[in-house]
T-cell receptor, first 110, second 109 residues
Framework: DTAVSQTPKYLVTQMGNDKSIKCEQNLGHDTMYWYKQDSKKFLKIMFSYNNKELIINETVPNRFSPKSPDKAHLNLHINSLELGDSAVYFC?????????FGEGSRLTVL | SQQGEEDPQALSIQEGENATMNCSYKTSINNLQWYRQNSGRGLVHLILIRSNEREKHSGRLRVTLDTSKKSSSLLITASRAADTASYFCAPSNDYKLSFGAGTTVTVRA
């Protein structure tokens, strides 16, 4: 029974397209995150939601828009994809400090 | 946000040896966490040490924290092939956990 699940696992698309990645957690956590891991393995925080409200919004282009329909879901929509958006995107959730990560969604922009 | 920097970037050891990696950070923290990432997988939480703790153990893992030097170390004793992974530290003083590029550990059989 997967605690934090992301879909899709792989996404290959052309520059200029719009794509979404979905995340769901069944841990009952209030806080969810999106992280981006680049090719050098740096893992950078992008957004965080606490009970559907945005609490962290790091310096991320406006083309990235998170949406949290309820506290168990945090989706990431990316408009006008660019080559530099190619990365692995991780969703995570927390209830008391420890983060639980999904398996990642590898986005390749051609 | 707070970010840890792991050192060394990469480490190669023989099975059975110990592996030590370090983490440095810049501002005050409430706790510091270590995570492991196997190739192609998400990060998995290993251990959390609070700012008022100096050392913590979990199985073959030993973590130290020196808040005066703003540094932490992770020791893996009696390493196994399954310990091959990247290890990340995450200093935290709020909801923001930021990570560096990790230390990639390779355990040779």
């Amino acid at each position: 029974d997967t605690a934090v699940s992301q879909t899709p696992k792989y996404l290959v698309t052309q520059m200029g397209n719009d794509k979404s990645i979905k995340c769901e957690q069944n841990l009952g956590h209030d806080t969810m995150y999106w992280y981006k891991q680049d090719s050098k393995k740096f893992l950078k925080i992008m957004f965080s939601y606490n009970n559907k409200e945005l609490i962290i919004n790091e310096t991320v282009p406006n083309r990235f828009s998170p949406k949290s329909p309820d506290k168990a879901h945090l989706n990431l929509h990316i408009n006008s994809l660019e080559l530099g958006d190619s990365a692995v995107y991780f969703c995570a959730s927390t209830g008391a400090g420890e983060l639980f990560f999904g398996e990642g969604s590898r986005l390749t922009v051609l | 946000s707070q970010q840890g920097e792991e050192d060394p970037q990469a480490l190669s050891i023989q099975e059975g040896e110990n592996a030590t990696m370090n983490c440095s950070y810049k501002t005050s923290i409430n706790n510091l966490q270590w995570y492991r990432q196997n190739s192609g997988r998400g990060l998995v939480h290993l251990i959390l040490i609070r700012s008022n703790e100096r050392e913590k153990h979990s199985g073959r893992l030993r973590v130290t924290l020196d808040t005066s030097k703003k540094s932490s170390s992770l020791l893996i004793t009696a390493s196994r092939a399954a310990d091959t992974a990247s290890y990340f530290c995450a200093p935290s003083n709020d909801y923001k956990l930021s990570f560096g590029a990790g230390t990639t550990v390779t355990v040779r059989a």
